[in-house]
């Protein structure tokens, strides 16, 4: 079956420390998205990606790097990770175009 | 202002209601998707419409891009319906969505 999958689940980090978050998609999708959940605020797009190679600035993307070596995985990079950050972080991807997303089942992160 | 408004915020409804969700946007968008957000956290795609109307079982929606809404409605509401709705939109020349900010949804028995 189709899927989004994150990795990890669960993750506490050291304030200036590197975090890297990741996701893997088995549906054969072109776009790949980061999204974080903060109480308030709903859903925010930080990065995007198009395809392999390529990755798009969001709305909130200070502080945040984006990676996408393949059709199949994206990742979301915090070089100096800061207590701002801890959220809930969601993975989708979607097909070309306008399209229905799939999501993730999140990343927890706690900077401390 | 935000470019896509849900209301209400909250909502309590009793196992057997009927009611409606809305998102309004400040601008014509292309398309509209609804998820749930279970208790688990997961979120789950609803429905995605470019345009008019889908139904899914006890789930309604409709979207009028014209008029810069789209509504969800949910007929006779089961203690599961319970969670939080968010519609997101996306504009034209890209394809990236903005969500609401979430319509917290509490079914009674």
């Known amino acids: 079956e189709a899927a989004v999958t994150q990795s990890p689940r669960n993750k506490v980090a050291v304030t200036g420390g590197k975090v890297t978050l990741s996701c893997n998609q088995t549906?054969?999708?072109?776009?790949m998205y980061w999204y974080r959940q903060d109480t308030g605020h709903g859903l925010r797009l930080i990065h995007y990606?198009?395809?392999?190679?390529?990755?798009e600035k969001g709305d909130i993307p200070d502080g945040y790097k984006a990676s996408r070596p393949s059709q199949e995985n994206f990742s979301l990079i915090l070089e100096l990770a800061t207590p701002s950050q801890t959220s809930v972080y969601f993975c989708?991807?979607?097909?070309?175009?306008?399209?229905?997303?799939?999501f993730g089942s999140g990343t927890r992160l706690l900077v401390i | 202002g935000m470019p896509v408004e849900q209301n209400p915020p909250a909502l309590s409804l009793y196992e057997g209601a009927d009611s409606g969700l809305r998102c309004n946007f400040s601008?014509?968008?292309?398309?509209v998707q609804w998820f749930q957000q279970n208790h688990r956290g997961r979120l789950i795609t609803l429905f995605y419409?470019?345009?008019g109307t889908k139904e899914n079982g006890r789930l309604k929606s409709t979207f009028n891009s014209k008029e810069r809404y789209s509504t969800l409605h949910i007929k006779d509401a089961q203690l599961e319906d319970s969670g939080t709705y968010f519609c997101?939109?996306?504009?034209?020349?890209?394809?990236?969505?903005?969500f609401g900010a979430g319509t917290r949804l509490k079914v009674i028995a």
């Open positions: 549906n054969n999708h072109n776009n």
């Open positions: 997101a939109a996306a504009n034209t020349g890209n394809y990236k969505y903005v």
């Open positions: 419409l470019a345009q």
């Open positions: 989708a991807s979607g097909d070309e175009g306008y399209s229905d997303y799939t």
């Open positions: 990606s198009y395809g392999a190679g390529s990755t």
């Open positions: 601008t014509t968008m292309k398309s």
